[in-house]
Nanobody, 124 residues
Framework: VQLQASGGGLVQAGGSLRLSCALS????????MGWFRQAPGKEREFVAA????????DYEDSVKGRFTCSRDNAKNTVYLQMNSLKPEDTAVYYC??????????????????WGQGTHVTVSS
């Protein structure tokens, strides 16, 4: 399973970005997906995840109401729409994939497949 994250960049506070994560080599169907981020000097933290069963989502508290995770199984792609960005959202953002039909997880340890990360910088 290969994951390619894209869409990062530099944006002013209050702005928006949409991250994409394209999965190749395997189908996205029946696979839970997650987004995580790691800021300089900090641990990798959960941002969002989306179930394969019904497409419902979970979010880290600080991004609720601002970020939206979605999936397009036909395009084998997961998205993270990020609005009202804040300087504290600055980090490298990673997408992660579960094994097909595997359980849903909010922990990085629950995902065996990872993309290379895309940088998001929010200026104040």
């Amino acid at each position: 399973v290969q994951l390619q994250a894209s869409g990062g960049g530099l944006v002013q506070a209050g702005g928006s970005l949409r991250l994409s994560c394209a999965l190749s080599g395997r189908t996205l169907n029946n696979r839970a997906m997650g987004w995580f981020r790691q800021a300089p000097g900090k641990e990798r933290e959960f941002v969002a995840a989306i179930r394969w069963t019904d497409g419902t989502t979970d979010y880290e508290d600080s991004v609720k109401g601002r970020f939206t995770c979605s999936r397009d199984n036909a395009k084998n792609t997961v998205y993270l729409q990020m609005n009202s960005l804040k300087p504290e959202d600055t980090a490298v953002y990673y997408c992660a994939a579960q094994k097909r039909f595997a359980g849903y997880s909010l922990s990085a340890d629950g995902y065996p497949y990872w993309g290379q990360g895309t940088h998001v910088t929010v200026s104040s």
